[in-house]
């Protein structure tokens, strides 16, 4: 079993910076790739970014967050990071790490159904 826990969330002003971590515990060394998650009112689960832990460290990300967002891991700490920069209201959600011990199909790198590990979340507001 892994247990994932975020933090680093908070409230922030259009164009502003935040970073998360999440750290694991538990059967950490069996984790092959992680990702982060985000979910607004109303809105169904999206992926932002996701990487796997070994090998080069294949980094993948949303459209939408691409040179902004920076997904990145310490192994030695089991601690995985998403730094946010340009924060935008858009941005405003409820972030979720992810975690699981598979290799993904191609292109399925950040669907939400590809993952088994999930964290409780950690809360990002954009005002403008």
């Known amino acids: 079993q892994v247990q994932l826990v975020e933090s680093g969330g908070g409230s922030v002003q259009a164009g502003g910076s935040l970073r998360l971590s999440c750290a694991a515990f538990?059967?950490?060394?069996?984790?092959?790739?992680m990702g982060w998650f985000r979910q607004a009112a109303g809105k169904e689960r999206e992926g932002v970014a996701a990487i796997y832990l070994g090998g080069g460290g294949d980094t993948y990300y949303a459209d939408s967050v691409l040179g902004r967002f920076t997904i990145s891991q310490d192994n030695a700490k089991n601690t995985l990071y998403l730094q946010m920069n340009s924060l935008r209201p858009e941005d405003t959600a409820m972030y979720y790490c992810?975690?699981?011990?598979?290799?993904?199909?191609?292109?399925?790198?950040?669907?939400?159904?590809?993952?088994?590990?999930w964290g409780q979340g950690t809360q990002v507001t954009v005002s403008s």
């Open positions: 992810a975690a699981d011990s598979r290799a993904a199909v191609r292109g399925q790198e950040l669907l939400s159904s590809r993952y088994k590990y």
């Open positions: 538990g059967d950490t060394y069996f984790i092959y790739r």
